[in-house]
C-alpha cells in the first residue's frame, strides 16, 4: 500500500503552523486530536503576529464572518460549538434586494444555522467613541476562540511575526526578527493571502505559485443593537442594484454593527458611501440616520484561484494560501485543507509525495468546483445587469414560495449559490431543470410584454 516518502513524523516531531487563523488553528487541532489517538506526540507552536482581542482591522483577519451551516454543522460534531458571545448574530434567511423590489429566502433547514461573527476582536467602537452611551454588545473573536481550542489541545501559542522562511538541506527554516526559530520537522503554511510572507514561500523555488487574488472593501457601521435587530433582524441582505463597478454587495447584521462587503473593480471610501447612499440600501437604516464620516473599514485581498503545488518535502500550505471555494465558505476551505493536510502529515508522511498522494486530492475538489462557481458568477453578474432577467428570476423564486408544489428549486439554488451550502456543482447541476428554465422564459415574456404595453400607452 505505502509509495509514500519515508518523511515520517516521529514520536516527539516538531510542527511549526506559520499563521493562528482557521487554517493554523484547525489544521493544530485535528494534528494534535489524530496523535493522541494513535498513542504518539508531537511538539506543535502556532506562530501568530495578531493578537485577536484588540479592537479594529490590524488585529482582524478581515472577513465578513458568515459561517455557513455546513461548517458549523461539521464543527458542531468535532466538539467545536459555536455560541455567544462568538455567535454575533444566527442567520435563517437571505434577502435579495433590487430596485423593483425584494425576495426573502428562508433557511430550507428551517434553523438558524448560520453564524455571524467577528474574526478579530471587533470594530473600533464607534459608540463608546461617539456617545458613550451604549454598552458594548459582547464579543469574543472567533480566530481568538479556534486558538483557544487549539491550546486546550496542546499547541503552543507564540505572539510572533515570521519574517522569513529558507531550505537548508531540504529542511524548512523559519525566521523571526529575532532570528532563527527552532528547527521544525513540518511547516504548515497557515498565513492566508494578505501577508508578504506568502512570496517568501514562493522563492523557496518548491513549484509554489500564491492563488490569484482580487481587493474587497469591507466596512463595519454602527447603528446600535435595538436597530440592527428591529431593521436587519437574522437576515443578510444581497443588493442587486447594478451600482457600476460593484460586482456583489452585502450587508450582514452583527451585534451592533452591520458589515458591509463589497467586490468590484476600484472600490474606493466613495463607493462604500454611494452604496450607503442609495435610495434601497438608505431605506434598510433608521429614518434619522446619516452615514458616518469614520468607520471601521479595510481593503482586504480575497482568494479567487488555485495555489500551484502548495506542498514540498516538510512544508505544506493551507487554507487561503492553497485553495479557497470561490468567493463563499472561505472558513470552511480552511477545514478542509487543514483536515487533509493534519491527516496526511500524522498518518502518512511528510514528503511531497504523501501531500500530493492524499492531501492535493482535497484542493483539486475546490479548485473543480470553482469551475462551476465561475460560471453560476457570471450567470449572477448578467442577471444583475439585465432588469428583465433579474425580475424573471426573482418572480420564479416569488411564485415557488407561494407554490411550493411546482418544483422550481429556484429558491434553494440562490440560497446556496449564496451561503456557500453546498458544493457549486451539485447547484449548476440542480439548476438544468426544465421546469425552472420554462418559468424563466414565461417571466422573461411577461416583463418584455409589460415593458411593450407600458410605451404603448405612454404614446
Ligand atoms: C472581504 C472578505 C469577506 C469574506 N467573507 C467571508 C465569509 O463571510 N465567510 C467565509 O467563510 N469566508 C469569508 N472570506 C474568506 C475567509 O476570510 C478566508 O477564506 C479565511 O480567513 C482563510 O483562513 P486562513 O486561516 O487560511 O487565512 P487567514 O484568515 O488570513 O489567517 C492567516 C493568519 O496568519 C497570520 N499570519 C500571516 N502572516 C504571518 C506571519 N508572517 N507571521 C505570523 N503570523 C502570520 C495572520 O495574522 C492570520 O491570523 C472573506 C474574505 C474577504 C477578503
Not at 494513535?38 to 511538539?43: A, R, T
Not at 524548512?172 to 511547516?187: M, N, T, Y
Not at 462587503?261 to 434601497?280: A, C, W, Y
Not at 478542509?336 to 482535497?362: C, R
Request: one cysteine or more.
Amino acid at each position: 500500500m505505502k509509495e509514500n516518502s519515508n518523511l515520517e513524523l516521529n514520536d516527539g516531531a516538531k510542527i511549526a503552523v506559520l499563521g493562528g487563523g482557521p487554517a493554523g488553528s484547525f489544521f493544530s487541532i485535528f494534528a494534535l486530536k489524530l496523535t493522541r489517538q494513535i498513542g504518539k506526540n508531537i511538539d506543535l507552536t502556532i506562530y501568530e503576529n495578531k493578537n485577536f482581542s484588540h479592537d479594529g482591522p490590524s488585529s482582524c483577519n478581515m472577513c465578513a464572518g458568515v459561517v455557513s451551516e455546513s461548517l458549523v454543522q461539521m464543527l458542531a460534531i468535532e466538539g467545536i460549538c459555536l455560541k455567544p458571545p462568538i455567535v454575533q448574530r444566527a442567520i435563517d434567511t437571505y434577502c435579495f434586494q433590487t430596485i423593483g423590489g425584494d425576495v426573502f429566502l428562508n433557511s430550507p433547514s428551517k434553523q438558524r444555522g448560520i453564524a455571524t461573527v467577528y474574526r478579530g476582536g471587533g470594530p473600533v467602537n464607534q459608540a463608546a467613541s461617539e456617545t458613550d452611551k451604549e454598552h458594548v454588545f459582547e464579543r469574543k473573536s472567533f480566530d481568538d476562540f479556534l486558538l483557544d481550542c487549539a491550546e486546550k489541545e496542546g499547541a503552543k501559542v507564540e505572539n510572533v511575526r515570521i519574517e522569513d522562511i529558507k531550505l537548508n538541506n531540504g529542511r524548512p527554516i523559519i525566521f523571526s526578527k529575532r532570528g532563527q526559530l527552532p528547527d521544525a520537522d513540518l511547516v504548515v503554511g497557515a498565513c492566508g493571502i494578505n501577508s508578504k510572507i506568502i512570496k517568501k514561500f514562493e522563492e523557496l523555488g518548491t513549484g509554489y505559485i500564491c492563488p490569484s487574488t482580487i481587493k474587497a472593501y469591507q466596512s463595519e457601521i454602527h447603528i446600535g443593537e435595538q436597530n440592527v435587530s428591529d431593521l436587519f433582524g437574522n437576515v443578510v441582505y444581497v443588493f442587486l442594484i447594478n451600482q457600476p463597478g460593484v460586482k456583489f454587495a452585502a450587508i450582514t447584521p452583527k451585534g451592533s454593527y452591520v458589515t458591509v462587503s463589497m467586490l468590484g473593480k476600484d472600490i474606493t471610501r466613495q463607493t462604500v458611501m454611494d452604496f450607503l447612499n442609495h435610495p434601497e440600501v438608505k431605506s434598510k437604516f433608521p429614518d434619522s440616520w446619516k452615514t458616518p464620516d469614520a468607520f471601521c473599514r479595510c481593503v482586504p485581498k480575497i482568494n479567487v484561484g488555485a495555489a500551484r503545488h502548495p506542498f514540498a518535502d516538510r512544508i505544506v500550505m493551507i487554507g487561503d494560501a492553497s485553495s479557497a471555494r470561490l468567493y463563499k465558505d472561505g472558513i470552511g476551505s480552511a477545514y478542509l485543507t487543514a483536515k487533509a493536510a493534519a491527516n496526511t502529515a500524522i498518518l502518512y508522511g511528510v514528503g511531497e509525495t504523501d501531500f500530493h498522494k492524499y492531501y492535493y486530492p482535497s484542493c483539486r475538489k475546490i479548485n473543480r468546483d470553482n469551475i462551476f462557481g465561475k460560471i453560476m458568477f457570471a450567470f449572477t453578474g448578467i442577471i444583475n445587469q439585465t432588469p428583465i432577467l433579474r425580475e424573471a428570476l426573482l418572480n420564479a423564486s416569488r411564485y415557488e414560495q407561494k407554490h411550493p408544489e411546482s418544483g422550481y428549486k429556484c429558491s434553494t439554488i440562490l440560497w446556496d449559490t449564496f451561503t456557500g451550502n453546498e458544493p457549486y456543482i451539485d447547484i449548476f447541476l440542480r439548476a438544468f431543470n426544465y421546469k425552472l428554465l420554462l418559468r424563466i422564459l414565461v417571466n422573461i415574456f411577461n416583463a418584455i410584454f409589460i415593458r411593450l404595453k407600458k410605451s404603448g400607452d405612454k404614446k
